[in-house]
T-cell receptor, first 111, second 113 residues
Framework: TQLLEQSPQFLSIQEGENLTVYCNSS?????LQWYRQEPGEGPVLLVT?????EVKKLKRLTFQFGDARKDSSLHITAAQPGDTGLYLC???????????FGTGTRLTIIP | DAGITQSPRHKVTETGTPVTLRCHQT?????MYWYRQDPGHGLRLIHY???????DKGEVSDGYSVSRSKTEDFLLTLESATSSQTSVYFC????????????FGSGTQLSVL
């Protein structure tokens, strides 16, 4: 069974600060996805990374896939209240119809 | 908007009663999934379907059954609900074309008393 552990589980910071959240596994994945979920809604895909060492930027969000494809990080620069939500990573493998989801990081940005 | 509708959005039921949750999609995607979400556990896969009448178990399938008699509908049934099945249930679809990304419905909040 492949597991994905996310840290921290909870994070509360002031608006304007920078932060990084982590997604770690002992297993190799062929792709890693990040989702954001707001209260009362389903998760929404932010990005997919597929190459070891890959870095993708989405405005103030920077996603990195580890060289060994076992871990990933999400860095947010100058956090804003709109970044508040539950961030989930999910690992996939080619030919497997199922994703493995991480335990989630609940982020709160204080105005 | 991936055209996914879950119903009902909220349900309260009693232990031992049967419950059916419905997921409807408008875009004829092959793959559909049912997840449950509980604090500290993220999303856990209950069952999934890869076509009409083709389904398979996920990691937490005990106490749940599914049916897919037509492409657009994927039903999740709790034959005899228990309090441990109190959760938020999400349906997801995976667009055809090799991508592994999922699109989720808005969820069903189920409370079993």
């Amino acid at each position: 069974t492949q597991l994905l552990e996310q840290s921290p589980q909870f994070l509360s910071i002031q608006e304007g600060e920078n932060l990084t959240v982590y997604c770690n596994s002992s297993s190799v994945f062929s792709s890693l996805q990040w989702y954001r979920q707001e209260p009362g809604e389903g998760p929404v895909l932010l990005v997919t990374v597929v190459t070891g060492g890959e870095v993708k930027k989405l405005k103030r969000l920077t996603f990195q896939f580890g060289d060994a494809r076992k871990d990933s990080s999400l860095h947010i620069t100058a956090a804003q209240p709109g970044d508040t939500g539950l961030y989930l990573c999910a690992g996939g493998n080619f030919g497997n119809e199922k994703l493995t989801f991480g335990t989630g990081t609940r982020l709160t940005i204080i105005p | 908007d991936a055209g996914i509708t879950q119903s009902p959005r909220h349900k309260v039921t009693e232990t031992g009663t049967p419950v059916t949750l419905r997921c409807h999609q408008t875009e004829n995607h092959r793959y559909m999934y049912w997840y449950r979400q509980d604090p500290g556990h993220g999303l856990r896969l209950i069952h999934y379907s890869y076509g009409v009448k083709d389904t398979d178990k996920g990691e937490v399938s005990d106490g749940y059954s599914v049916s897919r008699s037509k492409t657009e509908d994927f039903l999740l049934t709790l034959e005899s609900a228990t309090s441990s099945q109190t959760s938020v249930y999400f349906c997801a679809i995976r667009p055809t074309g090799g991508s592994e990304k999922l699109f989720f419905g808005s969820g069903t909040q189920l409370s079993v008393l």
